[in-house]
């Protein structure tokens, strides 16, 4: 089957680093998606990684493994606007999105 | 990218009645989607609505109760018939921009049935 892990809750402290894992498994793949979603509002896209390596954008960075079937999204200098869910999404062999159920990250002061 | 509007933006249903939410897009797409958020959780693909054909609905979704329209490459509609309190969730649109399969989404529409 196909399914999509990343850990349900993460902290961090404003002005840090945090890095959230995703792993993945689909049948076929077409690239590893990050969302980023405000509680009560839609999500947002951050990145899109199809080839291994990370790609930085920002104060947001995306990382990307397919042979271990991995990702990471790696964010820097933490803001206070940065609580929210970050979503992991896999597009598989039909071009269809199976999403992650979601990593609420709490940042405190 | 697209810019995606839906409404209503939110509504309070009685039990057994039928709710139709619209979906527009501000430049034609290929592929729209419509998804269900409970609270809490992450997005479940209700259907996919094709331009010209009937939907393409996920396994635990039937047309009886979600159908869906899909007139152009810019609107659909998804409407939610019969509901039951079980259907209380937030309904999202989305758009897939192009070949990468990026999908932009609407901003919701909230629905409680009582």
């Known amino acids: 089957g196909q399914n999509i892990d990343q850990p349900t809750e993460m902290t961090a402290t404003e002005g840090a680093i945090v890095q959230i894992n995703c792993t993945y498994q689909?049948?076929?793949?077409?690239?590893l998606f990050w969302y980023q979603q405000h509680a009560g509002e839609a999500p947002t896209f951050l990145s899109y990684?199809?080839l291994d390596g990370l790609e930085e954008k920002g104060r947001f960075s995306s990382f990307l493994s397919r042979s271990k079937g991995y990702s990471y999204l790696l964010l820097k200098e933490l803001q206070m606007k940065d609580s929210a869910s970050y979503l992991c999404a896999a597009l598989d062999s039909n071009y269809q999105l199976i999403w992650g159920a979601g990593t609420k990250l709490i940042i405190k002061p | 990218s697209a810019v995606i509007s839906q409404k209503p933006s939110r509504d309070i249903c009685q039990r057994g009645t039928s709710l139709t939410i619209q979906c527009q897009v501000d430049s034609q797409v290929t592929m729209m989607f419509w998804y269900r958020q409970q609270p809490g959780q992450s997005l479940t693909l209700i259907a996919t609505?094709?331009?010209?054909?009937?939907?393409?609905?996920e396994s635990g979704f039937v047309i009886d109760k979600f159908p869906i329209s899909r007139p152009n490459l810019t609107f659909s509609t998804l409407t939610v018939s019969n509901m039951s309190p079980e259907d209380s969730s937030i309904y999202l649109c989305?758009?897939?921009?192009?070949?990468?399969?990026?999908?932009?989404f609407g901003p919701g529409t909230r629905l409680t049935v009582t």
């Open positions: 689909t049948s076929g793949f077409n690239g």
């Open positions: 609505a094709n331009q010209g054909s009937e939907a393409t609905y």
């Open positions: 989305s758009a897939n921009s192009g070949e990468s399969g990026e999908q932009y």
């Open positions: 990684n199809v």
